[in-house]
């Protein structure tokens, strides 16, 4: 007997996924939110990273699967375009995989995060988000 018994039982756990590939995910999330979207996205960089590490004040458990760091389009005035650094995405790689168990999955999860990053850039909340389904 050739088969496996235990193949038909589903992984549980963290995904593994290189870096490369990672960041290829990202890309590809980045390259499939709209054109006209993307256009108009203003002085904005995205970064991945493995891990957030949780500044001071804020709780030390704190999991975040992305940031963004930056004045949202809705509240830039003519001052912003004056020396400004360019607002930050970034999306962490760790916390992702620790919630997927297929590369399907982390594409997913990416684009998801990856959404709700760019929405916070145009001004959009955590609440309404989570209103959308993009929470």
Known sequence: MNNNP?????????????????????HQALANIPEKIRSEMQ????????????????????VLLGLYEGT???ERGSWWDAGSLPDRITIFRNPILGI???????????M?????EIAHHFGID??????LGWG
């Open 6 to 26: 235990l193949s038909g039982i589903p992984k549980f756990g963290r995904f593994t996924m290189n870096e490369a590939d990672f960041d290829a995910a990202v």
């Open 43 to 62: 002085n904005v960089a995205v970064f991945t990273q493995d891990d957030y590490f949780p500044g001071a004040g804020e709780d030390p458990d704190t």
């Open 72 to 74: 949202p389009l809705t």
């Open 100 to 110: 997927c168990s297929s590369k399907e999955e982390v594409v997913h999860e990416v």
């Open 112 to 116: 998801v995060t990856v959404i709700h």
């Open 126 to 131: 955590d609440e309404r988000l989570h209103e």
